[in-house]
């Protein structure tokens, strides 16, 4: 698989509402926790340079820890929902699905909420897009806890074919 990663905030302050986009890589470019991802750090631009891991058939990639997104949400603002859009393929003729796709304030533990209903990652020419409003992965956020450096995604995969490689972009 292959992939790049960005995530939308959704807030409101007041009685207007705004929103908030911020890519990997705008941040502090540190994935917390990449076992078995090589090049890991590839996934904070779109520049056809990969992070990749080799999935055996029939099992899960590791979790890749993607934080460092740099939000500057205000203090008075109400968190209302979160888009998570990823750019993601198999590197052959196998059949790869999101196994998670979660929020993480913490940046090692997930906020309990599975947003990718095991879809198939559509390729590099259409991200796939998980959440949106109303949507806040099992919990409740504070504007300081999306502004964190450890606040992210956590992303894996499983393969239902022969090996493959996972590649996020």
């Given at each position: 698989l292959s992939s790049t990663s960005s995530l939308s905030s959704q807030s409101s302050l007041s009685s207007s509402s705004s929103s908030s986009s911020s890519s990997a890589g705008e941040g502090a470019n540190s994935p917390s926790s990449a076992s078995g991802w090589t090049d890991a750090n590839n996934v904070f631009a779109h520049d056809g340079s990969f992070a990749t891991q080799e999935v055996?058939?029939?099992?899960?990639?590791?979790?890749?820890?993607?934080?460092?997104?740099?939000?500057?949400?205000?203090?008075?603002?109400?968190?209302?929902?979160?888009?998570?859009?990823?750019?993601?393929?198999?590197?052959?003729?196998?059949?790869?699905?999101?196994?998670?796709?979660?929020?993480?304030?913490?940046?090692?533990?997930?906020?309990?909420?599975?947003?990718?209903?095991?879809?198939?990652?559509?390729?590099?020419?259409?991200p796939n897009l998980f959440g949106g409003r109303g949507v806040?992965?099992?919990?409740?956020?504070?504007?300081?806890?999306?502004?964190?450096?450890?606040?992210?995604?956590?992303?894996?995969?499983?393969?239902?074919?022969?090996e493959e490689a996972g590649v996020v972009d």
């Open positions: 055996a058939s029939d099992a899960d990639s590791s979790d890749l820890f993607v934080t460092g997104f740099g939000f500057s949400i205000p203090g008075g603002a109400t968190i209302t929902g979160f888009l998570v859009s990823i750019r993601a393929r198999d590197d052959g003729t196998g059949a790869p699905v999101y196994q998670s796709v979660e929020l993480t304030k913490n940046g090692t533990t997930g906020t309990g909420t599975d947003l990718s209903a095991d879809e198939a990652p559509s390729g590099f020419s259409t806040l992965g099992g919990a409740s956020w504070t504007p300081a806890e999306v502004n964190a450096s450890t606040m992210g995604v956590i992303i894996r995969f499983h393969n239902n074919d022969t």
